[in-house]
């Protein structure tokens, strides 16, 4: 089996800037690509960034573009998001996502294994 662990949520002003983590455990060698995603209430999930097993490919949301950055540590079965600037609508619980394969997809039904998630509330 393999968790994901999420964590560095909170509460943060507009403007401010908060780093998750997702730490796998268990049989890490089948988690290759992984991904962030969110989830507002009152709507669906939705893909956020992800990043190859290598970290060479990454691929965001548009409306994150420039303000997020994914990374990994692979060393440390760990995947970051940096969120920068943040704005009241980037307020949503934040699922970290993992899958076999080495490359990312956007799709959540493309991911095999998740986090519990992690509230991130932006003030106005």
């Known amino acids: 089996q393999v968790q994901l662990v999420e964590s560095g949520g909170g509460l943060v002003q507009t403007g401010g800037s908060l780093r998750l983590s997702c730490v796998a455990s268990g049989r890490t060698f089948r988690v290759n690509a992984m991904g962030w995603f969110r989830q507002a209430p009152g709507k669906e999930r939705e893909f956020v960034a992800g990043i190859s097993r290598s970290g060479g490919q990454t691929d965001y949301v548009g409306s994150v573009k420039g303000r997020f950055t994914i990374s990994r540590d692979n060393a440390k079965n760990t995947v970051y998001l940096q969120m920068n600037s943040l704005k009241p609508e980037d307020t949503a619980v934040y699922y970290c996502?993992?899958?076999?394969?080495?490359?990312?997809?956007?799709?959540?039904?493309?991911?095999?294994?998740w986090g519990q998630g992690t509230q991130v509330t932006v003030s106005a």
């Open positions: 996502a993992g899958r076999a394969s080495a490359y990312v997809q956007e799709s959540q039904g493309d991911y095999d294994y």
